[in-house]
Every structure is written in C-alpha cells, then in structure tokens.
C-alpha cells in the first residue's frame, strides 16, 4: 500500500536523517530499490520523472506496477510513489493516477504565478491525502531537458512557499542534478542554514544526490534536509554492470542471451547503491 511522503519525512528530520528518493525506469529499477528498502527495513520513495512515467507507458501503468510488487513481494516498510519536478498539468495526472505524492517545480515560474499554482495544488494533493513538494531556485545540470546552473534559493522566497501549506520543499544549494563537473564549488551550508532558520520543522530536500561526498551529505542532513534524490548514480551502476555482462561475452554462453539474465547484474548493482546510499543518510532500520 502506497503512503504519502509527510509522515516518514517528518519523522527522518526529527530523527536526523534522510529517506532517499530514488528514480525509477523499469520493472528492474522497481524491484531492486523495492526489495531493498524491505530487506533494510527503511522508508523508500520512488521517484518518477514526466519522462520516464511516459517511457513506462503512462502514470496508470506505473501505479499499477509499484502496487503489485508492494503485494507480491510482500514489501511491509513506508513506500511512496512521487512525481518528480511535475509540471502543473502532470501533478494534476499524477493525482488522478494514483500517486501518493507529487513535486509541483514552479521554479521557472515568475514568484507570484509560482505561489497562485503552489496553493491550488496544495489544496488539490491534501483533499486525496497526497504530499506536495514545491522547488525555490533551480537546481543546476539537465533533468528531461531542463538544464540550470545550481542556484542558490533566495530564502525569502522559501519562506513564501513554505507558508503555503506545502509538505517538503526543494531548495537550491548550489546543487545539480547528473555529474558534477571538476570546478563545482559545493554546497552552500549557509544558504541552506538561512533557509532552515526561516522554514522551521519543515523537512528540505537535496535534489542531485549524486557525487555529493558523503561528509557534505551528513552535513547537509544536520541542517534539516531530510529527503535525497537520487538517479544517476543507480543509472552509472547499473549501465557500468551491464557493460561488463557483454565485455565478458556472457550473453554468448549458454542461454545468456534471456533478458532476464543480461538484467540480473544490472539489478544487483541497483541493490548495492541504494544499500550503500540508505546507509549514508541513516534510514537503515527506520520503517
């Protein structure tokens, strides 16, 4: 059964530490972060892109593959399904769909316009019972084609945001989404402290998860953020698993052409990031 995101997000920032949202592709992707999470025992939200709920054939296809695994696999820990940097219409779709939790990214938008589509959709997401997540400043590199340099949020403005009754909030801290390049300056702890300061128990998220190190990740999470993002990563392990698969001539070997054995290695490498990234943000025994 699908839980919105509010109750373990709270819990992980009263707890001081941080659930991880990992992006999902496929049935693969699905399953390994799923089993993960139980064997574990951590809180876990997937996290789907508009493009890779339209890659997975549409948001019913995606609720209705979370939903099975969750029964067949006999997954007991908090899962939620999230939309990720939703666009005003699809967080509307991902309601009807049934996601139990959705990120309005307003960013691009001018504040005022941000504020009038973050209220509506607040009202929206809470009559179903769904988490909201709203963003303050774009977070830098490419997701889905929408590429920002790692703005710092002004914390004003995710004050204004805040206020608006929205569960979490997504602030800029010199943070990006895919590699980080050689010259990246890091993380801006006293935007991000300015920001705690104004917020109060609201919990913050990191979007970018990956190739931030691991002393700033902590840090991070003892200036309130309590939710990580994290996709690429699992993308590099899996794709760096299955390279090999073929550079040792696997698939050439008996019946190693099934695609249920070319995935498998991929499959565990997933397991073993999203183990080695539950561990570093301390969700590891917190169902």
Same mark, same amino acid.
């Given at each position: 059964?699908?839980?919105?995101?509010?109750?373990?997000?709270?819990?992980?920032?009263?707890?001081?530490?941080?659930?991880?949202?990992?992006?999902?592709?496929?049935?693969?992707?699905?399953?390994?972060?799923?089993?993960?999470?139980?064997?574990?025992?951590?809180?876990?939200?997937?996290?789907?892109?508009?493009?890779?709920?339209?890659?997975?054939?549409?948001?019913?296809?995606?609720?209705?593959?979370?939903?099975?695994?969750?029964?067949?696999?006999?997954?007991?820990?908090?899962?939620?399904?999230?939309?990720?940097?939703?666009?005003?219409?699809?967080?509307?779709?991902?309601?009807?769909? =049934?996601?139990?939790? +959705?990120?309005? *990214?307003?960013?691009?938008?001018? $504040?005022?316009?941000? /504020? !009038? &589509?973050?209220?509506?959709?607040?009202?929206?997401?809470?009559?179903?019972?769904?988490?909201?997540?709203?963003?303050?400043?774009?977070?830098?590199?490419?997701?889905?084609?929408?590429?920002?340099?790692?703005?710092?949020?002004?914390?004003?403005?995710?004050?204004?945001?805040?206020?608006?009754?929205?569960?979490?909030?997504?602030?800029?801290?010199?943070?990006?989404?895919?590699?980080?390049?050689?010259?990246?300056?890091?993380?801006?702890?006293?935007?991000?402290?300015?920001?705690?300061?104004?917020?109060?128990?609201?919990?913050?998220?990191?979007? =970018?998860?990956?190739? +931030?190190?691991? *002393?700033?990740?902590?840090?991070? $999470?003892?200036?309130? /953020? !309590? &939710?990580?993002?994290?996709?690429?990563?699992?993308?590099?392990?899996?794709?760096?698993?299955?390279?090999?698969?073929?550079?040792?001539?696997?698939?050439?070997?008996?019946?190693?052409?099934?695609?249920?054995?070319?995935?498998?290695?991929?499959?565990?490498?997933?397991?073993?990031?999203?183990?080695?990234?539950?561990?570093?943000?301390?969700?590891?025994?917190?169902?």
């Amino acid at each position: 059964m699908l839980v919105s995101a509010t109750e373990m997000l709270n819990k992980a920032k009263a707890g001081h530490y941080a659930v991880g949202q990992f992006n999902i592709n496929n049935l693969e992707w699905t399953k390994a972060i799923l089993l993960t999470a139980q064997e574990l025992n951590s809180p876990v939200i997937l996290g789907v892109s508009e493009g890779a709920g339209k890659y997975m054939g549409g948001y019913k296809t995606v609720v209705g593959m979370v939903k099975g695994l969750i029964e067949e696999q006999k997954i007991t820990v908090p899962v939620a399904l999230h939309l990720d940097h939703g666009s005003y219409d699809h967080c509307y779709k991902c309601l009807e769909a =049934g996601f139990s939790s +959705i990120m309005f *990214d307003g960013s691009h938008y001018p $504040i005022d316009e941000n /504020v !009038a &589509k973050t209220t509506e959709l607040v009202k929206a997401a809470h009559d179903k019972g769904v988490s909201i997540e709203a963003e303050v400043g774009a977070i830098g590199g490419e997701e889905d084609g929408v590429v920002g340099m790692g703005e710092c949020a002004d914390p004003k403005e995710c004050k204004a945001i805040a206020d608006l009754g929205v569960d979490f909030l997504a602030a800029g801290i010199g943070n990006i989404h895919g590699k980080y390049p050689a010259n990246w300056a890091g993380l801006s702890f006293e935007t991000l402290d300015a920001i705690q300061q104004l917020t109060g128990e609201l919990p913050l998220v990191l979007h =970018g998860g990956t190739g +931030i190190p691991a *002393d700033m990740i902590q840090k991070a $999470i003892s200036l309130g /953020v !309590a &939710k990580i993002n994290v996709n690429t990563e699992c993308q590099l392990s899996f794709t760096a698993a299955t390279r090999k698969y073929f550079e040792e001539g696997k698939d050439q070997v008996g019946k190693g052409y099934d695609p249920r054995k070319v995935l498998a290695p991929g499959f565990e490498a997933i397991k073993a990031t999203v183990k080695e990234k539950m561990e570093l943000f301390g969700s590891v025994g917190k169902a």
